[in-house]
C-alpha cells in the first residue's frame, strides 16, 4: 500500500531543534514530483512550512520558518528531511508530509489540497 510515514516528532523547549524525517519508499519518481512538510496547530487550519521540488531540489519556505527551518531530500532513499532549529512555541502543531506530482505555474503548489498523498502526521510540542 502506497503510503507516507513520518517521524522525528517530540517535545523540545523553546529555542530547541528537531528533525524531522518522511519515508515515501512506495511512490514513484512522478507521483513525488513536489514533497511538502505542512502543519497543523491545535484547532487551527492546516498550513504550509515548505516544500521542495524534487527533480533540482528547489525549496520554498514559509516566512515564519525561513532561517530556521530546511526542507532536504535523499533520493536514493526516497525520503524527506525537515530540520527545525530555533524552534518557538508558535510551532507546535501535528506535522505531515505531502507528496504531489503536478506543479502550478512551475512552482509546486502550497495549498495541501493539491497533494495527493499525506501521512498520518508527527506531533511537535515546544515548550517555553
Known amino acids: 500500500q502506497d503510503q507516507l510515514v513520518e517521524s522525528g516528532g517530540g517535545s523540545v523547549q523553546d529555542g530547541g531543534s528537531l528533525q524531522l524525517s518522511c519515508a515515501a519508499s512506495?511512490?514513484?519518481?512522478?507521483?513525488?514530483?513536489?514533497m511538502a512538510w505542512f502543519r497543523q496547530a491545535p484547532g487551527k487550519e492546516l498550513n504550509g512550512v515548505a516544500n521542495?521540488?524534487?527533480?533540482?531540489?528547489?525549496?520554498y519556505y514559509a516566512d515564519s520558518v525561513k532561517g530556521r527551518f530546511t526542507i532536504s531530500q535523499n533520493n536514493a532513499k526516497n525520503a524527506l528531511s525537515l530540520q527545525m532549529n530555533m524552534l518557538k512555541p508558535e510551532d507546535t502543531g501535528m506535522y505531515y508530509c505531502?507528496?504531489?506530482?503536478?506543479?502550478?505555474?512551475?512552482?509546486?503548489?502550497?495549498?495541501?489540497?493539491?497533494?495527493?498523498?499525506r501521512g498520518q502526521g508527527t506531533q511537535v510540542t515546544v515548550s517555553s
Open positions: 505531502a507528496a504531489a506530482g503536478s506543479t502550478y505555474g512551475g512552482n509546486c503548489p502550497r495549498r495541501s489540497d493539491l497533494y495527493t498523498f
Open positions: 512506495v511512490y514513484t519518481t512522478s507521483q513525488r514530483l513536489c
Open positions: 521542495i521540488y524534487t527533480p533540482n531540489g528547489n525549496p
